[in-house]
């Protein structure tokens, strides 16, 4: 028996040590969290979303107002969902194939996505998908998360990895996890000019580059680093930079955030507003320096992995980096609460994974 004991242990031992992983970590600094405090000290403003049903469609992870007056929305079937704004004449606007995250119109009113298992694809108002690009520089572009679409047309987009694709690796959120552990900081932004169908990379060197947003003028870009709980001011003259590198072209807005930044929709007097998909897990951040422990952690169960509980937040911030608004759900009744769009007098809010769309009078909120 004793015999028996030490083999299994010895077999337990091995697979622990050196069963393959995908991932190669990396150590990093990660800050010591300062929780739900000060801008962030805790409330229950987001509870109580009134819900519009998406029938059997799941995830609505991002949602914008098209120039129809109509609102769209991606979920995890591939569809692309077109309503009302009360919730209304819900009907399937287009099927991608893939899995749109983030999306823009351009002036013509075609819908710009960022479809994770396919590449960057043009939309048109009656639903036929035109592929734009999907590799910058003769590589591919392994993970389109978020796109806004300047007045002058140019597209700009986050390429959230470049180790995981989605397609690769079972899909958004198991490629994203793979990332975020890894911290190899592959993410990127990249900008496509359609009249000359080019494409560059604006800045590199993000752990999983996430939303999106240009600044009033245009000049800027507002982008979410969910690996390192950051948001960046990136100058859209940046070329190809170096993100870990000190330039006047960049700038960290929020650095140590409460949870996991995913995207940014710009709203009404100035308002950027900003979802987090989970909060901070205190094993995770105890596990930021310490690579081979993470490669350990990778082979127990996916059961048995430290994930962040579920907790509703959301802000709105102004360009200068002031916080706003901040909306809470401690019980997170509405899973991953990723995006915010403000549309007459509604809040609409985001899930990668919720079944329903969530929503709440605007007024109300703004005035507490």
């Known amino acids: 028996m004793k015999k028996i004991i030490t ?8 697979y622990f040590m050196l069963w393959p992983v995908p991932i190669e970590p990396v150590s990093w600094d990660v800050p010591d969290a300062s929780g739900y405090t000060g801008p962030h000290s805790p ?6 979303l009134q819900l519009i049903t998406l029938n059997d469609d799941t995830g609505p992870e991002h949602l914008a107002l098209g120039k129809d007056g109509k609102l769209y929305t991606a979920v995890a079937s591939g569809n692309i969902l077109r309503m009302n704004t009360d919730g209304t004449m819900l009907e399937v606007f287009a099927h991608t194939g893939g899995r749109v995250l983030g999306f823009d119109f351009d002036s013509d009113g075609n ?12 939309i048109t108002p009656e639903g036929v998908i035109k592929m734009l690009v999907d590799h910058v520089n003769g590589d591919p572009i392994q993970y389109p ?18 180790r995981f694709a989605p397609s690769d690796w079972g899909g958004t959120f198991e490629a994203s996890m793979l990332d975020i552990v890894e911290q190899s900081a592959t993410g990127r932004v990249l900008e496509y000019r359609p009249e000359l169908n ?30 390192r709980y950051r948001v960046w001011k990136i100058a859209v003259s940046a070329d190809n930079l170096e993100i870990s590198q000190e330039s006047p072209l960049a700038d960290i807005v ?8 995913d995207n940014l929709m710009r709203g009404d007097m100035g308002r950027i507003w900003l ?4 909060p901070r897990n205190a094993i995770i951040d105890y596990l930021a320096d310490k690579p081979l ?46 995006s915010v769009t403000e549309v007459g007098n509604r809040l609409y809010i985001q899930s990668l994974h919720a079944k329903n769309l969530g929503w709440l009078s605007k007024d109300a909120i703004l005035e507490k």
């Open 7 to 14: 083999g299994l242990f010895l077999i337990l031992t091995t």
């Open 43 to 48: 409330n229950e403003r987001l509870a109580g």
């Open 111 to 122: 819908l710009i996505a960022a479809d994770a298992m396919r590449g960057i694809l043009s």
């Open 145 to 162: 998360n978020s796109v806004v679409v300047a007045s002058s047309g140019m597209i700009y987009v986050t390429d959230s990895s470049g």
């Open 198 to 227: 080019k494409t560059r990379i604006v800045a590199k060197g993000l752990s999983f580059a996430n939303g999106i947003a240009l600044s009033d003028d245009e000049q800027t870009l507002f982008v979410n680093e969910t690996g």
């Open 254 to 261: 929020f650095d140590n955030l409460p949870g996991y930044p």
């Open 275 to 278: 979802g987090f998909a989970k």
């Open 293 to 338: 422990l993470r490669k350990i952690v990778l082979r127990f169960p996916r059961a048995l992995w430290p994930m962040p509980e579920a907790y509703g937040h959301v802000i709105a911030f102004t360009e200068d980096g002031e916080i706003v608004i901040d909306l809470q759900d401690p019980a997170g009744a509405y899973p991953e609460t990723t």
